[in-house]
């Protein structure tokens, strides 16, 4: 191997191989919270939708108001 340290004309193949493997992995890694907070978002709002048909707050039940026809007996 001739010529000083610094006066390398290449890099070695081996660090693209570790920044490409880094790389993958960094995109790896973007994915996978991308998706976990997607699920975690999807998930509250099945959460509330449920709570929601389940258990209506007062303002809903007061909007509701529901009208009785007229008692018979009275």
Not at 30 to 35: E, F, H, N, V, Y
Request: hydrophobic share 30%; charged share 20%.
């Amino acid at each position: 191997m001739s010529g000083t340290l610094g006066q390398n004309p290449s890099p070695s193949p081996l660090i693209f191989k570790k920044l490409a493997a880094a790389e993958k992995q960094q995109q790896q890694r973007q994915a996978a919270s991308r998706a976990s907070a997607q699920r975690s978002r999807h998930n509250a709002m099945r959460h509330y939708a449920f709570r929601r048909l389940r258990f209506p707050s007062d303002d809903e039940l007061a909007s509701q108001s529901v009208s009785w026809p007229p008692c018979s007996r009275c």
